[in-house]
């Protein structure tokens, strides 16, 4: 017996200290230094080591104290290295020449050696969990604003609010100090949001000639109602087409959700309606607004509109179009949709926006670049990520690659692929700019119009703000009713908002299932979290 | 077996039974292959057919053009499989053999300990963490091995039951008393008799790397040994992610990957080796059991 | 191990003489054992984090109990319904597998047509090949409601009105069954022909001898020799009676709402809940009550295998 306990302790000291290792900070040197519990810092890479001399780095307490001389570089030290995680659209042949290039600037810049380490979004999914539990080398991660309180409660990411003020100000500069704090939850700042539109309002993507056949003009459309006699007339023309449809999650009546009412965490289980203006928590499905839209969906799933599928549909509505076969379908607006669309369908398309512009905490906060708990130095991948949202060349790098090789600078200022490279034949081409740090600093690809950043930052600044802007709702309080809510949605609110059952008997029965699921609960903690937040303001 | 009315009337039956069975087992794979030489548009337009209205080679252009490590991956695959089968099935036999052995003194409690492996585990994370910070395997041909599929209890306890089953407690019992050891009777008993379920469980176990795709996205990073399972499933995920997050005008690009028939076709690309080379596994295999009839 | 050592040499009085001859047996077992220790204990350990608030700084080790917190959610909303979906397919589709593997390897043996009989072999392997996911296309290929070659070209030319096949529940108990069997029996089909072929000729030559139908063969021969394989099959599965196909019930029913009813089972509510949150606690607590229930039910069905036959018993 005793031999078997001593065997067990044995595991799990071991385990244990890899585990440990990992928090120690040494990230690059976990599994040696798990063999000898006591060498920290000891087997870190020589440039930490000689950092610890001067005091910089070495825990939280040492970074109040330099904070002062957070910004000025000591060029003398090693180079900090630090990896950094983003979001890309394929596997690039050549991100080693990139890497390089961004050194180049980084070394001299900073004096930090940076590992890029670009990740496609498919793989990411699969993989972060187990980076961010283990002790792989990683400072800089992309993750989205809804696991803020997952990844703050598991210990995943730093609290960045202590950097913000010594080596945060270019962030605060360019995404504005408003904005900023949508990155924030319960005080602590997880990440940073990266310079995306700010707001999704629902717009309808309709194929121009057919339009036009029909006999109507965007001039006729503001409201959804008004598509009735449009798809009306285009259905009588072209029985063979679907006239609405798209992924399950594109229904008139779910995409409103995003445009009308603040959600405060991205989920519906409770909202502040009127586009947020009022700061009473509301149950979202018991609301006059998702009535009349899923009574607006069913008339049209009735009159032989929608695809019978459009419930488990997940194709987007731009591949449906694309092959011929749709008319019409959702998306979030924003300045240059047409444009995109067009491409992406094949078609020439006409874009109508039928809800306001507002800005709400779950659009914002969509994405956040964080510096994750594996860093052996926050400080400096603070330092590093400031720098990046105020260089151009830096996001130029990671969307583009390199000048000259993967694109040229055309004379309106927009780029385009150097003579004799495409798609397929260029060493390194995203053109990811919605994941990516900060695309409105960086060179617009041709076929936009060449403000078009300006356009988008004119529609942040034009819009309608929610009363709760800046608030997140912290979910951990209430997980076991969310893990229940979700089931639930999961099974009534698509096979609802697709239009192809009754509104009213189904609505009522969804309601009664979420109330029963704890929907109450969690409403009551939205409320309070938000009143406490209010009263802060 | 005698030729008797009775018997040819019997052999009509089950060979049209089994006839139907197979038509059932390979149909939906014939459609599968037709939708991927299916164009896009066909495809979203009238629905997955046996006979497509339009066919297109796109998907399958798509999938060269931009899995230039495509025959790389095959590569690294048939090692990964036939080193990992080959221990797989030399650890698995070994062990199902002592666990065969009735008398073995803690027979039992061995073959719970194998046998617990099957019920509970402690989820992804700490095997990650093990694997990674205490054996150092990330980025390594034998991250793709090593892990998870080495060694099962479920083909141990497979083994082993066939072991118990049709080799005769008497006949070891003669060859004890014939001065013969138990390595001896292993390999001049054990060995040519368990050849059927060799076969089986190798192809179990071969299949098992062949499709395997976890450990690939785990622990490499490196795209030089992605395996065909990881890149191709890379794809998938990366065209679905590319799709619903295409923005910028170029994108457009994006949109057009015939998704769907590529979905088909990518199944169609890991599947088609199996094809190929079941017939001369088949082979093996008839003989092995062949051998284990004549055998017994 | 103690325990074990007494009982045994109770039984046996087992001396150092006889004990050396099984020396090699041990080392032949050793490398298995190794790497299943590995493998599979050492990680094991790690699923105290289903009792614990995990903290990435404090280690899986070293993060704070939180008692029985991480389960909560799993009892949170329509338990019942859950376990009972995921406990009645697992029934059925040990039975029904078993049944038709039994079948299918019987007949595949009594081919005559060494040709035919490889075909057939072949065959019944394919659809274990494929992905579950390429699966889920493959039906709804069949099934979708607009395209679906069910729909189009069996009802449409019969006169008969489509059917909503991803809204209708009362199908899917039946096209899931048919899925997992016509997906997984080439599994133990294989398995049961190498079973088949291991028997002793000679069984049969004497039963042809006294006139024995082919029907008697099967019955009396063919399958008491398969008993110990049949035993092995469903312990292995009993063991897994809690957990479910993922794939099966998430992607095959295309993630529809309308069939929760009869699609839910413990896997897909446990992925559905903590998709939003995460959360390895939660994961893990899920994968303990599985493990739990499955390793109860193996206990005690060992036990009674033992009862009844002790050489079959799985320990």
Redesign the interface.
Known sequence: MKMKRRLALLLTLAMGMSVLAGCGGNAGTGGDTGTDGSGEGGSTSGGAASTEADGSTGGDAASGNTGSTGVEIDFDEEPYEATLMYWVGNDARDVDSVEEAFNELTLSQLNIKVNLMPVTLGTHAQQIQMVLSSDDDLDIFPFYGGNMGSYIDADYIVDMSEYMDTCGQDLIRVIGAEDVECGKMNGFQAGVPNMHERTNPTMFVLRTDLLEEAGFTAEDIKTAEDLTPVFAAVKEKHPEITIFGGANSSSYAGAISGALVDALDGKNFGVLPNMGQDTTVVNWYETDTFMDACKLMHEWYEAGYVSADFATCTDPGESLMRAGNLFSFITYGKPNSKAEKDAMTGYDTTCIKVTPDVCYTQTTNALLYGISSNSEDPEKAMILLNWIYATKEANDLLNWGIEGKDYVVQEDGTIDYPEGVTAETAGYHQDYGWAQMNQYNSYVWTGNAPDVWEQYQQIRDGATVSKAYGFFFDTTPVLNEIAALTSVSDEYLFTITSGSVDPETAIAEFNEKLYSAGLQTVMDEKQAQLDAWLAEQ | MIHSKANRRYQVIINIVLLLVTVIMIAPLVLLFMSSVSSEASLLNNGYSFWPEEFSMAAYQYILANGQTIFRAYGVTVVVTVVGTVINLLLCSMAAYSLSIQKLPFRNIISFFIFFTMLFNGGLVPSYLMWTSTFHIKNTIWALIVPNFLCGAMNIILIRTYFMTSIPEALYEAAKIDGASYLYIFRKIAVPMGVPIFVTVGLFSGLGYWNDWTNGLYYINDAKLYSIQTLLNKMIQDIQALQANATAASSGAAMQIPTVSVRMAIAFVALAPILIIYPFLQKYFAEGIAMGAVKG | ??T??KK?KKK?K?TWVQ?K??I???L??L???I??F??????????V?AFK??????????SDWNGLENF??LF???AGLIIRNTLLYNIVFIVLGMVVGVT?AI??T?????R????????????????I???S??V??FL??????IN??LLKPLGLS?V?W??EPKYWPFILTFVNI?KGC??GT??Y???I?????SFYEAARLDGAT?WQQITKITIP?LV??LI?MTM?SL??IFASDFGLFYQVP?????L?SVT?TIDT?VY?????????G???AA??FQ?VV??AL?MGANALVRKISR?NA??
């Open positions: 191990m103690v074990g050592l045994n046996e087992l004990f001859q099984y090699p047996l041990y032949m077992l490398p298995a054992l790497y299943l590995i493998n599979n204990y050492i990680p094991m350990t790690g699923i984090v608030k995990y903290s990435k700084k404090k280690g899986i080790y070293g909560e959610y949170k909303n329509d299918l007949l595949i009594d081919v005559l047509s060494k035919l009989k490889k075909l057939y072999q072949s065959a019944i392997m394919l659809p274990f090949l494929i992905s996911v390429i699966v296309y493959i709804f290929a979708s409601v607009e395209n679906g070659m189009n070209s489509p909503q991803y809204a016509w080439g599994y294989l398995i022909i190498a079973g072929v291991g028997i002793d000729p082919r020799c110990p394989s092995t292995l063991g897994r295309q993630n529809s709402g309308a929760f839910q509510y559905r809940a903590l998709i939003s949150s995460g959360g390895i939660r994961s893990a994968g303990f493990s499955g390793f193996v050489e799985m320990f």
